[in-house]
T-cell receptor
């Protein structure tokens, strides 16, 4: 099993809907998890980090961490066309591990 | 505060050549990590430097090497280029550790012909 795994998608949602992005992780990573957004042709930019079990909200974004299930997710409420990008899940281990990313398209 | 900068932004080389990429971290950041990004493999960790020392290394052949200078600027070198080395090379900096939040530069897109 890879350290961090994501469903590559693509995921399409209509504008205004909730987009749900999921990530699972292995025992080789520890307690810090990150979501990055990468627009086509650009470098990744940090959206959120989460360290504790439960939910963490920042504007339209909510990160959820479930350590028992080794699962972390990102919810984007009121999705906008500008949210169309690839979302990368990352986790801390003896290095930084990234998932392969989920491509999200928000349809106007 | 200026972000992470990388030069050059684009590079075309032929097989067998070597290439050097440069990265200047955010001011005050002392950890610099390098990643290779390809459509098939995603973001793969190459190595991390801190205080001019390689602190961690990913699973890449010895053709890939790097170094860090006293001002935290870092260079990455790839020798004997192969077609499969065509990728986006990203540099990321953080305060003290690659396990912290990392901030990425714009990347260097390398094409090997």
């Amino acid at each position: 099993q890879k350290e961090v795994e994501q469903n590559s998608g693509p995921l399409s949602v209509p504008e205004g809907a909730i987009a749900s992005l999921n990530c699972t992780y292995s025992d080789r990573v520890s307690q810090s998890f990150f979501w990055y957004r990468q627009y086509s042709g650009k470098s990744p930019e940090l959206i959120m980090s989460i360290y504790s079990n439960g939910d963490k909200e920042d504007g339209r974004f909510t990160a959820q961490l479930n350590k028992a299930s080794q699962y972390v997710s990102l919810l984007i409420r009121d999705s906008q066309p500008s949210d169309s990008a690839t979302y990368l899940c990352a986790a801390e281990g003896n290095q930084f591990y990234f998932g392969t990313g989920t491509s999200l398209t928000v349809i106007p | 505060k200026a972000g992470v900068t990388q030069t050059p932004r684009y590079l075309i080389k032929t097989r067998g050549q070597q290439v050097t990429l440069s990265c200047s971290p955010i001011s005050g950041h002392r950890s610099v990590s390098w990643y290779q990004q390809t459509p098939g493999q995603g973001l793969q960790f190459l190595f991390e430097y801190f205080s001019e020392t390689q602190r961690n290394k990913g699973n890449f052949p010895g053709r890939f090497s790097g170094r860090q200078f006293s001002n935290s600027r870092s260079e990455m070198n790839v020798s004997t280029l192969e077609l499969g080395d065509s990728a986006l090379y990203l540099c990321a900096s953080s305060w003290t550790s690659a396990q912290e939040t990392q901030y990425f530069g714009p990347g260097t897109r390398l094409l090997v012909l």
